[in-house]
């Protein structure tokens, strides 16, 4: 019997060793055929992207990571060119990638779309009236004060940084009522500003990493943006302490932006919370910084290139010592400063300041080309790759031709391109951006002579949100005689 029951048991261990041997052959089958499906199901396109046969796309997507890989291999510096501009040279106005963690973006390259996006099809809350005070004269005078000891001492100006420090002193200024104090300490650290740039930095590179998440938070990354953060927000908080201890009975106070958004309510009647206020604030000033130092960089550099037209240097002279002459400016100068003004906007037209936005559809649309949008898809467009095509612009697009926004070419131009958005999506610093742009360089090019160190080099484009200049804008100033 012993040996009977051996046996048995054997046999017993025998069958479970086989059912186990199947089950475990059937769950490799299983994995073997859900990865099948899966690969075949994502073979061009990211996962968590709809597949999209009715949208051109660019060569070079793979199995579940979609277009990743081919935007990782285009370094940052040469992603305007290498991706967006050449896209839409080789499949027209209208495509589409996919991202993992992203979902599907599909870039309309075209004034009707983009009109339909930021105008026609947008709800949001509405805008408040711009705002400026005297505090941009003052920061300006610091500039031309900067440019006598530089003129004096021959010495080699980075324009590009110098614009970064003081847009950020105007901004203040036109928001708080208070400088930053970045002119006066040019060539030291000024915490603020440093956590701005360094926050900026890795916005940027978030953009087109969709593991950011992942990396930042087993890496130093992470904390830096909670340090960086909390020095922005606590300097902030700072400044809206103070004007709260203000006396705001009298009627001839000094008003700005903050104090504009402490008095307003929200639609329950109450007052904005000062988290509330804090998170304006910092948008306010991360888009309002970056944008308009380089708008006035890219300008200088287009008016004193190598290939530069002389004419139309002459003629913002020209028309500068005529309105200006020896008066201060007031805010309606710039009104009258009309061909700088058209300067600027040709200037945004080849190098935009914020040369690639997107939105999110919140539900099912269909654009004006009867393009498809899914709710979680998102509209792309690229206004720098707008600037230059022939299709809108015609075969003048290279050229830096300011009169083409003037009179009665600029509403038509502004219909093909508008730095400063549509509608309820309309920039609401645009008018101080302008002012602040247009007096800028209006002063200082009535008071010294600009010559570029490098004329025949076209600076590298930044890594960023916006259009920066990797290298700066060395330049040398002298006084106008």
Not at 127 to 145: F, P, T, W
Request: hydrophobic share 40%; with cysteine.
């Amino acid at each position: 019997m012993a040996l009977l029951h051996y046996f048995h048991l054997i046999y017993l261990n025998t069958l479970a060793v086989s059912a186990s041997t199947s089950t475990h052959a059937n769950k490799l089958k299983l994995i073997t055929a859900i990865i099948a499906l899966l690969t075949y199901k994502y073979r061009s396109h990211a996962v968590g992207a709809r597949r999209r046969n009715d949208l051109k796309e660019p060569k070079g997507a793979v199995p579940f990571l979609g277009h990743t890989l081919l935007m990782a291999s285009i370094p940052g510096t040469e992603l305007l060119d290498a991706f967006f501009l050449k896209n839409y040279r080789e499949l027209g106005p209208v495509w589409s990638i996919s991202l993992p963690g992203i979902g599907r973006m599909i870039q309309g390259d075209t004034p009707e779309m983009v009109e339909h996006v930021n105008k026609a099809n947008f709800a949001a809350a509405k805008a408040i009236r711009e705002h400026s005070n005297e505090g941009l004269n003052r920061e300006v005078q610091k500039i031309l004060d900067y440019f006598d000891k530089a003129a004096a001492s021959g010495s080699e100006v980075d324009f590009h940084e110098l614009m970064h420090a003081f847009s950020l002193d105007a901004f203040g200024s036109w928001t708080f009522g208070e400088s930053f104090g970045c002119l006066e300490n040019m060539g030291r650290k000024v915490p603020f500003a440093e956590a701005l740039n360094e926050l900026l930095e890795i916005s940027s590179g978030r953009l087109v990493d969709p593991i950011w998440r992942l990396r930042e938070s087993i890496s130093p990354v992470g904390t830096n943006v909670r340090q960086n953060k909390a020095v922005m927000r606590q300097h902030i908080h700072r400044i809206i302490a103070k004007h709260r201890e203000q006396d705001w009975s009298d009627p001839n106070k000094k008003s700005n932006l903050l104090m504009m958004y402490m008095e307003a309510k929200g639609v329950d009647g109450q007052p904005y919370s000062d988290e509330l206020l804090v998170d304006t604030m910092m948008t306010l000033l991360v888009a309002g910084r970056d944008t308009t130092s380089e708008a006035m960089s890219w300008m200088i550099y287009l008016l004193h290139r190598e290939e530069a037209d002389p004419s139309i240097l002459k003629m913002v002279l020209a028309e500068i010592d005529d309105v200006l002459g020896d008066n201060p400016p007031t805010h309606e100068t710039h009104k009258k400063l009309k061909f700088v003004e058209a300067c600027l906007y040709e200037t945004l037209r080849l190098f935009p300041t914020l040369p690639r936005n997107l939105r999110r559809c919140i539900k099912d649309d269909i654009l004006p080309d009867g393009t498809k949008i899914y709710a979680g898809d998102y509209f792309t467009w690229s206004y720098y790759a707008m600037g230059r095509s022939e299709r809108i612009w015609g075969s003048e697009v290279e050229t830096f031709k300011p009169s083409r926004w003037l009179a009665g070419e600029r509403s038509a131009s502004m219909n093909k391109f508008n730095p400063f958005h549509l509608g309820p999506r309309q920039c609401i610093g645009q008018g101080f951006a302008i002012v602040q742009a247009v007096t800028t360089v209006a002063l200082m090019l009535k008071n010294f002579e600009v010559t570029l160190v490098e004329p025949g080099k076209l600076p590298v484009y930044g890594v960023g949100i916006t259009l920066p200049m990797a290298c700066g804008l060395p330049i040398r100033v002298a006084r106008r005689t």
